[in-house]
C-alpha cells in the first residue's frame, strides 16, 4: 500500500509559471507595445559603443540573467567585441543560461522590424532560437472555477435592456 503527503508544499515558486497558472501582467491594452509588456520574461538586447550586453527580465523580480562582452571569459575568446559574431555567440552563451535555469520562453523587446533591420540583433536572436530558447510567449491559462476551486464566483455577460442604454 503507497502512503501519500496529506498535504504537500511546493517550494517551487515559479512552478505556477511553468504549468501556465501563473496570472501574467495586465493594463497594457492600450499600449503600442502590449504583447511586450505583458510577457513574463523579455530579452533585452544593447549595443554600446565598445561591447554588446544581453539580459533577460523577468516582469516582477528584474533582471535575472545577463551575458556580455564585458565578461572576461567571452570576451578572450572574440576577436572583437562589437561586432556580428560576438551577438551571435553573446546569443549562444544567453541560450544556454536560460535553458540552464529554467527559461523556456522569452519575448524579444525589440519590434520585428527593428529586429531585422539590424544583422547584430537578427544574429543574436538567430542563435537564442538555435539554442533552443522559444521566442514567444505562453498563452495564460483562463481563470476558471474548473482551474481555480477557490473561484468562487464566474464572469457573465451583461445583456443591456432598454432602460440601461443611456448614449440614445
Not at 508544499?9 to 501582467?25: A, C
Not at 529586429?115 to 542563435?127: G, V
Request: glycine content about 4%.
Amino acid at each position: 500500500m503507497q502512503k501519500f503527503v496529506q498535504r504537500f508544499v511546493n517550494r517551487n515558486p515559479r512552478n505556477l509559471e511553468l504549468l501556465g497558472f501563473q496570472p501574467h501582467p495586465s493594463g497594457f491594452d492600450l499600449e503600442v507595445r502590449r504583447n511586450v509588456l505583458r510577457s513574463t520574461y523579455r530579452i533585452n538586447f544593447v549595443q554600446s559603443k565598445s561591447h554588446l550586453d544581453a539580459s533577460v527580465e523577468h516582469w516582477r523580480n528584474g533582471i535575472v540573467l545577463s551575458a556580455s562582452t564585458r565578461e572576461k571569459a567571452i570576451s578572450s575568446q572574440l576577436y572583437s567585441k562589437t561586432d556580428t559574431s560576438a551577438a551571435l555567440n553573446i546569443g549562444r552563451v544567453l541560450a544556454i543560461r536560460c535553458l540552464m535555469s529554467g527559461i523556456l520562453f522569452a519575448t524579444p523587446s525589440q519590434s520585428p522590424e527593428n529586429i531585422d533591420k539590424n544583422e547584430h540583433e537578427k544574429q543574436f536572436y538567430k542563435a537564442l532560437v538555435d539554442g533552443g530558447l522559444c521566442i514567444k510567449e505562453l498563452e495564460p491559462i483562463a481563470h476558471t472555477y474548473a482551474v481555480d476551486r477557490n473561484f468562487t464566483y464566474d464572469r457573465f455577460n451583461i445583456k443591456h435592456t432598454r432602460e440601461d442604454k443611456t448614449d440614445e
